[in-house]
């Protein structure tokens, strides 16, 4: 609770003059009450024009006062309130890119997007009416039952049974409505995984005809909240009801009640008159604050979610003291030594004990079965996640104690997915290096062999790219990812399995463009293809997290039964024998 108040701080000052402005806004409200009760006791009629002019006079100062110091109060609020979700969204958006994927898979996309949308406009909504009604509410409800006493303490003992009837039938309605709030944030997110779901499913959904499936999936969780929401609103719907025959009810008591102390000469009409406003205040004074307070658990469950972020930890730290670049002797330099890797709260390792080394310059292939980790390793290497035992040494230097940024700088990765951005394909690959030149990205998509189907379209790299890159093909995609990595020019190259849906052709053609290109860095491919790897310097065959294997194509072709076995089964045996180092 306290890391997201923190961020209400700046505005301390705003808060100061918006008590001020509301205090003031409360002093008009109660004053004007008592003004008309003189008015009407000392009668307009037989006054003098002086008179009549000074009373109007004097509601008209009121009156402006209320008015202005309403606008301000409401202007000050909503600014606050404004500037405080702003503050809110942005520094939950900027812890959210600190986090490493073990507190992704904590906390789900779907529920990060509702918590930075739908539950910072829960507090927002909360902030703005806590700085209205949390302090004018107050101020009118005592005020007033002050100002109704000095009228007339006989008719004041109706606060007496009125106020504590009103709490109680609030205080029941909340206990009823309050639980379904935090029901309904739960059903939000669940709502909103289901539909990001849908929509970035489009495709499978379409192809395997599950249209019918998906739409009962989605009316089931939309029927789920306009369920809770409308219970919520039945129970609320009740509450006006109550209170404005509580406040009626107190309207013909205190006539039928000031009407005797009139007939016996103890009250005035004008009295009278100002006990009936200031009651009326009073009591919707208590609604407003119960209303209040039936959005602040709502709010309080927004709080909680938010602050879980907050409080959340990334697991993957920066180091005190940073090793910067130029203190690395060989930034393209890769060693493994006994590195063990299990994911959080499995009891099974997906790489143990893993030894190599590969030079700057280098070309280091890794070939294995699905599932037997190889993308977990280049995960290490850009530190997406951190060792359970042992070091990764990039330079000579281990990657825990240098920044994120300083490793990540070094690197160029294309991941197995191809992912594009909405925008053009220039800015697609300039996004490796902001500051690329229009000859820069010419160059890259040259090499990765995308420069001629970018020119064949009118536009060129300025392009369209849809979210996701939909409008492209895969094969289109992965060479706009493979241009953007190769246009930052960094000292080490990983290429996740980024070959799969290129044809052979293209697919020989772009390596050999790599190989001139990439000349001085180091290049990482993982690779389900035989063809992709055969010319690497050091190919690692990966079964199972382990290691049974590694060399050159020659050595594990010649020494390791299951390598032969993976390459025939895609090559002749003479290929095999005649390519490869």
């Known amino acids: 609770m306290k890391k997201v108040l923190k961020y209400l701080k700046p505005y301390t000052l705003a808060l100061i003059f918006a008590i001020i402005l509301t205090f003031g806004q409360s002093m008009c ?12 006791n ?51 958006y900027r812890k959210v890119q600190k986090f490493s994927l073990n507190e992704f898979n904590k906390i789900p996309t779907s529920s990060l997007i509702t918590r930075t949308t739908n539950d910072v406009k829960q507090v927002q909504q909360l902030t703005l009416m806590s700085m209205r009604m949390m302090i004018i509410a107050p101020l009118m409800c005592i005020g007033g039952i002050i100002m109704a006493v000095s009228k007339n303490l006989q008719l004041s003992i109706l606060f007496i049974v009125v106020i504590p009837l009103l709490l109680f039938a609030i205080i029941m309605l909340a206990k009823k409505i309050v639980p379904l709030f935090s029901r309904m944030q739960k059903a939000t997110d669940r709502i909103n995984q289901v539909v990001r779901e849908k929509l970035t499913g489009v495709r499978v959904i379409r192809a395997f005809g599950t ?24 129970k609320m719907s009740i509450l006006m009801p109550i209170v404005m025959f509580v406040i009626n009810a107190s309207s013909v008591a205190i006539i039928w009640f000031g009407a005797r102390l009139i007939g016996e000469s103890v009250l005035e009409i004008g009295d ?32 909680k979610r ?20 130029d203190d690395i002797a060989k930034p393209g330099e890769i060693e493994f030594q006994n590195v063990t890797f299990r994911y959080e709260g499995s009891e099974v390792p997906v790489l143990s004990d893993l030894n190599f080394k590969i030079e700057k310059g280098k070309t280091l292939a890794i070939l294995g079965g699905t599932g037997s980790g190889k993308s977990t390793l280049l995960n290490l290497i850009m530190r997406f996640y951190d060792v359970t035992d042992g070091a990764i040494k990039v330079g000579g230097v281990d990657i825990r104690n240098m920044n994120k940024e300083t490793l990540r700088d070094m ?18 690959i300039k996004y490796g290096k902001q500051d690329a030149t229009e000859k820069d990205i010419i160059e890259a998509a ?130 095999a024998m005649s390519s490869g180092k």
């Open 411 to 428: 690197i160029g990765y294309v991941p197995q997915k191809a992912v594009l951005f909405s925008g053009t394909i220039a800015s697609n």
């Open 306 to 325: 938010i602050n879980e972020i907050l409080e959340l930890e990334p697991t993957i730290k920066d180091p005190e003291k940073n090793i910067k670049k």
């Open 42 to 92: 000392n009668g307009i009629v037989g006054q003098s024009m002086s008179e009549v002019i000074k009373y109007g006079k004097e509601m008209l100062i009121v009156t402006i006062g209320y008015m202005l110091c309403a606008i301000c109060a409401t202007f000050i609020a909503s600014k606050v309130s404004s500037g405080f979700a702003r503050d809110l969204r942005k520094v939950i």
């Open 446 to 575: 040259k090499i990765s062999q995308s420069y001629d189907f970018i020119t064949a379209n009118e536009e060129g790299f300025e392009s369209f790219v849809a979210q996701g890159g939909t409008n492209f093909s895969g094969g289109q995609k992965q060479r706009i990812s493979i241009a953007r990595a190769i246009v930052k020019k960094p000292d080490i190259y990983l290429f996740d399995d980024s070959f799969s849906a290129l044809d052979y052709e293209t697919d020989k053609k772009l390596r050999e463009a790599l190989k001139t290109s990439t000349n001085g860095a180091t290049v990482v491919i993982v690779a389900q293809r035989v063809s992709t790897v055969l010319n690497a310097d050091k190919i690692l065959f990966i079964e199972e997290g382990k290691i049974v294997a590694q060399g050159t194509h020659k050595e594990l072709y010649e020494n390791c039964k299951q390598y032969k076995d993976v390459v025939l089964s895609q090559i002749s045996e003479e290929e």
């Open 272 to 303: 009278m008159m100002a006990f009936m406003q200031y009651a009326t205040q009073v009591l919707f004074s208590i609604l407003a604050v119960t209303m209040l307070f039936v959005m602040i658990p709502r709010a309080i469950v927004s709080v």
């Open 29 to 40: 409200n109660l004053y004007l009450p008592n003004l008309m009760s003189d008015i009407v």
């Open 211 to 234: 249209e019918e499936y998906e739409r009962e999936r989605y009316d089931k969780e939309n029927s789920n909240i306009y369920d809770i929401s409308l219970q919520a609103a039945y």
